[in-house]
């Protein structure tokens, strides 16, 4: 793995006037054996933001503030790519509102065995907090105005500005000029996200025809493309059933499926919570995060499904979907795990 900063000279960051827009991106790729450092899952900069993301309130855990970078990954630091590594298809990874993109690293780590080039960004101003390579760490920050449960502005500046980072980010890594560009096929890329993650990937393929396929996880869409919908291939991926006090996410997942004209797959897991998909899914049990998590909140969470086990049917399903569609592994997205049913 490696880290990336990309810088948007055309664009101008809505949230930091004056400044261009600017991302980091965590990256994923097939890597020599053996080489490389040991991987850490933040840097020392972002652990404190780390550990009170886990917290119903900053301390409650009395988790140290180092906790999140002392977790050591399976990527390998630096390392150089694989020797016959090349031809391998894009795919973009988005992370949920406030989140961080290393929250994805299971899922990215095991794309990136699969023969895929992975980048997850951090959407600054919109993620937890991101470090730039000169020492700034830009925090979140809440648009004016935003209530609450509004979801007016997630659809209109949020989801416009990651969705416009989705489509800049795709473009940047495909370039010749990108270290990692002889590994690639730039004719085939896919786009992820979890939460609004999920929303802003299905935007981005609305508007940028690089991408070839996309998933939403456990994301309820917004945006101008429940009105257009996508003539490519687009996975749906529920872990949190509907819910009746919020029949408008239930009502615009209906919506984009109805307007998916290419093919289509709408999976639900059956136990599933909302950040069963995420890397917390796999460190709530180490980090005793039951013991410091309202009861309620961790069934919305993490649901009923045993330690690990979100982790494994994401990396199943998105895996299996990304290989039947980017690399033509045929049937591979037909065989479902135990808790997961095809809906459509």
């Keep these: 793995m490696r880290t990336a900063h990309l810088v948007d000279d055309d664009r101008q960051d809505p ?9 980091m ?16 899952y933040v840097p020392d900069a972002l652990s404190p933001l780390v550990v009170d993301s886990w917290e119903e309130e ?35 990874l988005s992370p949920g509102h406030a989140q961080y993109r290393a929250s994805l690293t299971a899922l990215g780590e095991d794309l990136a065995s699969r023969g895929f080039l992975v980048a997850a960004l951090d959407h600054p101003s919109d993620a937890l907090g991101v470090e730039f390579p000169d020492g700034r760490i830009v925090p979140y920050r809440e ?14 500046r949020y989801l416009r500005t990651r969705a416009a980072d989705l489509c800049f980010a ?18 085939r890329a896919g786009v992820a996200g979890h ?17 070839s396929a996309g998933a939403d996880i456990d994301g309820t869409p917004y945006g101008e493309v429940l009105r257009t919908g996508l003539q490519l291939p687009f996975l749906i991926l529920q872990f949190t059933p509907d819910d009746p006090e919020y029949p408008e996410e239930a009502a615009a997942r209906e919506r984009l499926w109805k307007r998916l004209r290419g093919p289509r797959r709408h999976l639900l897991v059956t136990g599933g919570g909302h950040a069963s998909a995420t890397d917390l899914d796999a460190l709530a049990g180490p980090l005793g995060y039951r013991e410091f998590t309202d009861a309620e909140d961790y069934a919305f969470e993490l649901g009923s499904l045993p330690g690990g086990r979100g982790i494994e049917i994401t990396r199943m399903c998105a895996g299996a979907f990304f290989e039947e569609h980017l690399l033509g592994v045929p049937g591979s997205a037909s065989v479902l795990p135990a808790e997961v049913t095809a809906v459509g």
């Design 170 to 187: 795709r473009e940047r890594l495909a370039a010749p000029g990108f270290w990692w560009h002889a590994l690639l096929d730039p004719s």
């Design 58 to 92: 900053p301390g409650c855990s009395g988790l140290p503030g180092d906790t999140a970078a002392g977790v050591v990954v399976h990527a390998a630091e630096g390392a150089p790519p694989a020797p016959d590594a090349g031809g391998c298809p894009l795919v973009l």
């Design 143 to 156: 648009p004016d105005g935003l209530e609450d449960g509004d979801t007016g502005d997630l659809a209109t």
């Design 25 to 40: 991106a965590q990256l994923w790729y097939p890597a020599q054996q053996g080489a490389g450092a040991p991987g850490r």
């Design 195 to 211: 939460s609004l993650g999920g929303a802003a990937a299905a935007e981005a393929m609305r508007l940028d025809d690089g991408f």
């Design 15 to 23: 949230f930091l006037p004056g400044r261009p827009r600017e991302l």
